[in-house]
């Protein structure tokens, strides 16, 4: 399974959009991009996944960039509910095992 | 419809116990996941259950182990317990189903802490 980048963590201003960016380099063709978040204190929670196209949903957008090398998780506007942990997670198409690295967490501030 | 639920919710164990962690899934899900989050880390992979047994497993020792029923739900058995496995074990229900895979329902954990 490719291997993640995130950054440590990140602030955004209630009601603002939150952008999360994510470095997959190695990832291959075959390979999925997914998000989940995990809020204090409680599991980890699926927000959207991906494979070649940008996806959008409920809770969130992903936008993957053309070589696939990167994405980034769209919060449309922040609440304060939003402030946990976010992982960028590769999976392959034969595995049901997430990877989970350090994430970012994100504050989102009054 | 009830998510994932796990219990107990807080454990207390002493080194060299063993110890059995219980798991229901969320209804309509047929497959049982387990993880270990120490503190400050991300979730790391124990092991996968499906029809009664186990998929993939993680980089875990033998101490650890599992079993899944006829009605879905799972356990997670640790052995011989060390310090170091105090940790938030969470267990994550999914579907089999190739189109779901990698959408993974996770419960609230259990916190085990080993004396």
């Known amino acids: 399974d490719a291997k993640t980048t995130q950054p440590p963590s990140m602030d955004c201003a209630e009601g603002r959009a939150a952008n999360l960016p994510c470095n997959h380099s190695t990832i291959s063709g075959n390979e999925y991009v997914y998000w989940y978040r995990q809020i204090h204190s409680q599991g980890p929670q699926y927000i959207i996944h991906g494979l070649k196209n940008n996806e959008t949903n409920e809770m969130a957008s992903l936008i993957i960039t053309e070589d696939r090398k990167s994405s980034t998780l769209i919060l449309p506007h922040a609440t304060l509910r939003d402030t946990a942990v976010y992982y960028c997670?590769?999976?392959?198409?034969?595995?049901?095992?997430?990877?989970f690295g350090t994430g970012t967490r994100l504050q989102v501030f009054p | 419809d009830a998510g994932v639920t796990q219990s107990p919710t807080h454990l207390i164990k002493t080194r060299g116990q063993q110890v059995t962690l219980r798991c229901s899934p969320k209804?309509?899900?047929?497959?049982v996941s387990w993880y270990q989050q120490a503190l400050g880390q991300g979730p790391q992979f124990i092991f996968q259950y499906y029809e009664e047994e186990e998929r993939q497993r993680g980089n875990f020792p033998d101490r650890f182990s599992g079993h899944q029923f006829p009605n879905y739900s799972s356990e997670l058995n640790v052995n011989a317990l060390l310090l170091g496995d105090s940790a938030l074990y969470l267990c994550?229900?999914?579907?089999?189903?190739?189109?779901?895979?990698?959408?993974?329902?996770f419960g609230p954990g259990t916190r085990l802490t080993v004396t």
């Open positions: 997670i590769v999976r392959g198409p034969n595995t049901d095992k997430l990877i």
């Open positions: 994550a229900s999914s579907s089999i189903n190739r189109e779901y895979r990698g959408e993974q329902y």
């Open positions: 209804s309509g899900h047929d497959t």
